[in-house]
């Protein structure tokens, strides 16, 4: 399995404690796709702690309001 940043990958964003996992495309709707390194990280070891995909790439994601 392998985990993939969607988007925007952000390095200085915050832990929130949250992320999404996405299949092949992420829903655009007027949102910017996004993820912070904190919370990649907690998918990976989330992911590793309770694998629950195999052979299979999952993009990781938040999202947020575009800037204008």
């Known amino acids: 399995m392998m985990l993939t940043p969607a988007g925007y990958l952000e390095h200085d964003g915050?832990?929130?404690g949250?992320?999404?996992v996405g299949g092949e495309r992420l829903s655009?709707?007027?949102r910017?796709?996004?993820v912070s390194y904190a919370a990649l990280a907690v998918a990976v070891v989330d992911e590793i702690?309770?694998?629950?995909?195999h052979r299979a790439?999952?993009?990781?994601?938040?999202?947020?309001?575009?800037r204008g």
Request: hydrophobic share 30%; no cysteine.
């Open 14 to 16: 915050v832990r929130t």
């Open 18 to 20: 949250r992320y999404r």
């Open 28 to 30: 655009g709707n007027g």
């Open 32 to 34: 910017e796709p996004w």
């Open 49 to 53: 702690q309770n694998a629950a995909r």
């Open 57 to 66: 790439e999952v993009p990781v994601f938040n999202a947020r309001e575009e």
